[in-house]
């Protein structure tokens, strides 16, 4: 009975330490993850309209996103995970899963600089696509805009939509 204590107090301790060492690499690592993630923000605009702030995304409303759409002078990009593009996503949208993001993904690197881009996700209610839009912004993507309705809202107004295949 004594022996279990024993180990038991090992074990604890060794996940105590593999703990504190994990906490004390994230937060000298140049790659650590925030625990306490920044909110984005995201301000309504027209494309086209330029902002001065790096630090806020522009954002753009269903009307605009679909008038792009009608136009066919965008590139919608899913921000959501492969499955939940292969369910359902806007006509003609291709996906990069936010969760996944790499510069060196080849789709990423077929977009033009000056491409115009609409990141969408779920909804409002959901920021994978901010983070992604902020991503695109940062590797010089400027004419990058944030759908902040995403397919819920699309969906909701009844417009067109296509199921895709996993990759």
């Not at 949208?93 to 609409?118: C, G, Q, R, T, Y």
């Not at 901010?130 to 990058?144: C, F, H, P, Q, W």
Request: with cysteine.
């Amino acid at each position: 009975m004594n022996k279990v204590k024993t180990n038991l107090k090992v074990l604890f301790g060794i996940i105590f330490f593999s703990i504190f060492l994990g906490i004390i690499y994230n937060t000298f690592s140049s790659d650590g993850i925030k625990f306490i993630r920044e909110p984005i923000k995201v301000k309504y605009v027209k494309v086209g309209d330029d902002t001065n702030d790096k630090n806020v995304l522009r954002g753009i409303e269903l009307a605009q996103a679909l008038e792009l759409f009608d136009k066919k002078s965008v590139t919608f990009i899913d921000a959501r995970d492969q499955w939940d593009f292969a369910e359902s996503h806007i006509t003609g949208a291709i996906n990069i899963p936010e969760f996944s993001f790499s510069k060196d993904d080849p789709i990423i690197k077929n977009l033009s600089k000056n491409d115009l881009l609409v990141v969408y996700c779920g909804g409002d209610d959901c920021d994978i696509s901010e983070r992604l839009t902020k991503d695109l912004v940062n590797l010089g993507y400027i004419n990058a805009y944030v759908f902040v309705g995403g397919i819920k809202e699309w969906n909701d107004a009844n417009l067109s939509t296509e199921k895709g295949k996993l990759k």
